[in-house]
């Protein structure tokens, strides 16, 4: 069975950095055909993709993100990480990790198949 | 940007109604659209990718339409744990969500 949780802090000040875990189960960061992609939800809002990251460490970002955002993973451990710099209390939201496979010839869509329950992180003074 | 415009924003329905709900791209996306479920305190669910591809294990009350600009989310008979919040999302060019259809029970 495929699962992924996240982990992280719940509560954070202002220009802080901010580090989620995602721990992945039943299938390997190695595969090649399978990606682990980020993203979070504000409070009444649309969900947003951050980030993601695959098996030959290729790594794409939110434009809009892109300068406070890192991805990266720890296959030995099953882990992907984000790390957020500076973070405002705009970036309250629940963070999601997904896996994604990889797209390919054949079938040119990507696509988050299985997701996390997310872990809902505030930012506030 | 890419920006997707689902309507209506909010749906009451009752058990057994055939539902159809709407997502619009800004542009064309061919075909690069999925679809998926929400509940308050679950993970997502994937329901459709490719815009018309069911996930596997999905009920075949579901089903996608569209290409280009528009497309469409059917539920075919709604059974009560259908009613949830659907978003669409593009894939063509980076990735971006839909605002969400709330599906209420009438």
């Known amino acids: 069975q495929v699962t992924l949780k996240e982990s992280g802090p719940v509560l954070m000040k202002p220009t802080e950095t901010l580090t989620l875990t995602c721990t992945v189960s039943?299938?390997?960061?190695?595969?090649?055909?399978?990606?682990v992609t980020w993203l979070r939800q504000p409070p009444g809002k649309a969900l947003e993709w951050l980030a993601h990251?695959?098996?030959?460490?290729?790594?794409d970002y939110s434009e809009f993100l892109k300068s406070r955002l890192t991805i990266s993973k720890d296959t030995s451990k099953s882990q992907v990480v984000l790390t957020m710099t500076n973070v405002d209390p705009l970036d309250t939201a629940t963070y999601y990790c997904?896996?994604?496979?990889?797209?390919?010839?054949?079938?040119?869509?990507?696509?988050?198949?299985?997701w996390g329950k997310g872990t809902t992180v505030t930012v506030s003074s | 940007d890419v920006q997707m415009t689902q309507s209506p924003s909010s749906l009451s329905a009752s058990v057994g109604d055939r539902v159809t709900i709407t997502c619009r791209a800004s542009q064309n996306i061919n075909t690069y659209l999925n679809w998926y479920q929400q509940k308050p305190g679950e993970a997502p669910k994937l329901l459709i990718h490719?815009?018309?591809n069911l996930q596997s294990g999905v009920p075949s009350r579901f089903s996608g339409s569209g290409s280009g600009t528009d497309f469409t989310l059917t539920i075919s008979s709604l059974q009560p744990e259908d009613f949830a919040t659907y978003c669409c999302q593009q894939t063509y060019s980076s990735f971006t969500f839909g605002q969400g259809t709330r599906l209420e029970i009438k």
């Open positions: 990251i695959f098996s030959n460490d290729r790594r």
């Open positions: 490719g815009a018309s």
């Open positions: 997904a896996r994604m496979p990889a797209r390919t010839l054949v079938y040119p869509y990507y696509y988050m198949d299985v």
């Open positions: 039943g299938f390997s960061l190695s595969n090649v055909r399978m990606g």
